[in-house]
């Protein structure tokens, strides 16, 4: 994929890593299980790295809403599948798993805490029983304790693999991907990473806002110095102080 001939996949840690886990699953023996748990803090780029993988592999893949009941989301794996989803639950899971079985490609459910909530987790085993491919199972740092309250569902996961935080490499070849008009010195970049605590969405937000406050300084080049003099501050997700006004 490509952006105004720029590459849309940076080559993030985290990307590689979920990559890696649907791999396993799908190279596995046959009488090992096939879903793997790819999880983290939100902002570590999940979903990115769940969407490029989805891509790279042809997998099936959803993105769970909160207001989805059980029949719901089997809906929209049919809908994924490009079926005209059957009227039964019951109907659903089978036309689900038979088309898994035909098409023999994996399965990724992102947001998969959704799922969890609703206590919709044993539709999920109900498609993997009925179909043995891979599943790739995306959710928030608690998942995997989460899911032992199930346990028979638990049982059937082949591995966690937990994302990383976004640290100093991250950031600068996020610099290097997304700041086409303004150079921004590694020290900077170390900076952001630090102050971004590991989230992939807080770099790119400091990076966007790094070269808009550049070019309007009259700027192509910025460093930590430069930056600290503009007095612009970093995004850290925290909310501002409000000041007590003096009367």
Known sequence: MTDNGHSTIAPLKNVAMCGRALDRAMTRPQH???????????????SFAAAYTANKYQAYYIEC?????KK?????????????????MY??????????????????????DHIVKREAVEIVRDIYEGSHVPMLL??????????????RFHGRILDFVPAQA???????????????KVSIADD??????????????RICVNLARIEE??????????????????????WTGEAVVRKEYVR
């Not at 090992?32 to 999940?46: A, I, Q």
């Not at 995306?138 to 346990?151: A, F, Q, R, S, T």
């Not at 640290?167 to 290097?176: E, I, M, P």
Request: glycine fraction near 8%.
């Open 166 to 180: 976004a640290d100093a490499g991250d950031a600068k070849v996020l610099s290097k991907f997304y700041c086409h």
């Open 91 to 112: 109907e659903l899971t089978e036309q689900i798993s038979n088309t898994l079985v035909m098409t023999d490609r994996p399965l990724i459910i992102d947001e998969m």
């Open 72 to 88: 719901a989301i089997l809906a929209a794996i049919a809908r994924e599948m490009g079926l005209v989803p059957a009227t039964t």
């Open 32 to 46: 090992l299980p096939g879903m793997v748990c790819f999880y983290g803090p939100s902002g570590f780029g999940k």
């Open 188 to 201: 900077l970049v170390t900076e952001v990473a630090k102050r971004a605590k590991g989230s992939i969405r």
């Open 213 to 234: 406050e550049t070019l309007s300084a009259g700027k192509t080049e910025m460093d930590l110095p430069g930056w600290m003099a503009l007095k612009k501050g970093f």
């Open 138 to 151: 995306i959710g928030e740092e608690n998942l995997p304790n989460d899911l032992v309250k199930w346990e």
């Open 65 to 69: 809403k909160s207001t989805w009941t």
